[in-house]
């Protein structure tokens, strides 16, 4: 499938990964919006709010296992026609 495609099933909440993609189980997903308390983020204790709204962002599952929040397509993933979703 395209990018287009790709992207409406990852907002539907799939994960999403490129065939050509030469790492094995890399994919992409999307954490939605959250709210956290102020007390769950050390760096935000002084903050008058009692909530902090986090926008939403794509993440990366790379081969190292850790996730990297903040995923950006690049030209070559928004042009390609190898998009699968990933069960």
Avoid: H
């Avoid at 990018?3 to 189980?25: H, P, T, V, Y």
């Avoid at 769950?40 to 790379?62: H, Q, T, V, Y």
């Amino acid at each position: 499938m395209d990018f287009s495609e790709a992207l409406k099933e990852c907002k539907a909440g799939k994960k999403i990964s490129r065939s050509g993609w030469n790492g094995k189980n890399q994919y992409v997903f999307l954490i939605p919006d959250y709210i956290f308390k102020r007390e769950e983020i050390p760096a935000l204790k002084n903050d008058p709010r009692e909530e902090i709204s986090f926008w939403g962002c794509f993440c990366i599952m790379p081969t190292t296992g850790k996730v990297q929040m903040g995923w950006l397509a690049s030209q070559s993933d928004m042009q390609a026609d190898d998009w699968i979703v990933i069960e």
